[in-house]
């Protein structure tokens, strides 16, 4: 991309689809040690509003993943994350918006925000 560590806490942009990038290939690197089949998906309604990944399982099961590359995190981060759930009904299985911050949140109703580094990081 040509960018540097300083160019990219400069342009805010240029870190999100990085960061974005970087969730989709670290969540289809950790689906390939899954004995189920993981599909992964974009989802955009007819207004535009999306959710960056989503993740369907057996039985049609779906969860929504949003990436922010911002360390805090608002109710209005879950408007795609709320249409999907909205649109998927019963197989809808949770929503989760990574961010760059420090603290796991609820936001209701299956929705959490999580901190990007619990992908690589064990408990």
Do not use: C, I
């Given at each position: 991309m040509g960018v540097d560590a300083a160019a990219?806490?400069?342009?805010?942009?240029?870190?999100?689809?990085l960061a974005e990038t970087f969730v989709?290939?670290?969540l289809r690197r950790q689906a390939?040690?899954?004995?189920?089949?993981?599909r992964?998906?974009?989802?955009r309604d007819k207004d535009g509003a999306e959710v960056d990944i989503v993740l369907e399982r057996g039985g049609g099961r779906v969860a929504g993943i949003?990436?922010?590359?911002?360390a805090t995190v608002t109710?209005?981060?879950f408007r795609g994350l709320r249409l999907?759930?909205?649109?998927?009904g019963s197989r809808f299985v949770a929503g989760i918006v990574l961010y760059d911050g420090e603290t796991v949140a609820g936001?209701?109703?299956?929705?959490?925000?999580v901190p990007i580094r619990t992908l690589w990081e064990t408990t």
């Open positions: 990219l806490l400069e342009d805010r942009a240029v870190y999100g689809r989709f290939q670290e390939s040690w899954q004995t189920e089949e993981l992964f998906h974009h989802y949003e990436v922010k590359a911002s109710a209005s981060d999907l759930r909205d649109a998927t936001f209701g109703n299956g929705l959490h925000a």
